[in-house]
């Protein structure tokens, strides 16, 4: 009877090994369908890329600062040809832009 009892406890715990492998392997496969389909529903979705968007907002940043030293220099160059300007007008006797009267 033990001989029995073992053999059957042996085939029982081989048993449960089997159905344990077979287990990691729906898994796995449950895994696989499961990120192929995300992958598939966010490239319908035209989604960007963390990297991309990274990049794109670094170029915005960089525009934005060379627009505010482009704003900078046209300002300073107002400011120098107003005093020119002012200058040559009261020299010249006149308005040196009658039309923006």
Do not use: C, H, Y
Request: a negative charge.
């Amino acid at each position: 009877m033990v001989q029995t009892t073992n053999r059957f406890f042996d085939e029982v715990a081989r048993l449960m090994n089997d159905a344990a492998g077979v287990a990691q392997g729906v898994r796995r496969e449950f895994e696989t369908l499961f990120r192929t389909q995300a992958e598939r529903w966010l490239r319908d979705l035209d989604l960007v890329k963390r990297e991309e968007f990274e990049a794109v907002k670094d170029m915005a940043r960089i525009a934005r600062e060379e627009n505010e030293a482009l704003k900078s220099r046209v300002a300073a160059l107002e400011a120098a040809l107003g005093k020119t300007g002012a200058s040559a007008s009261s020299a010249a006797g006149g308005d040196m832009n009658p039309g923006a009267n």
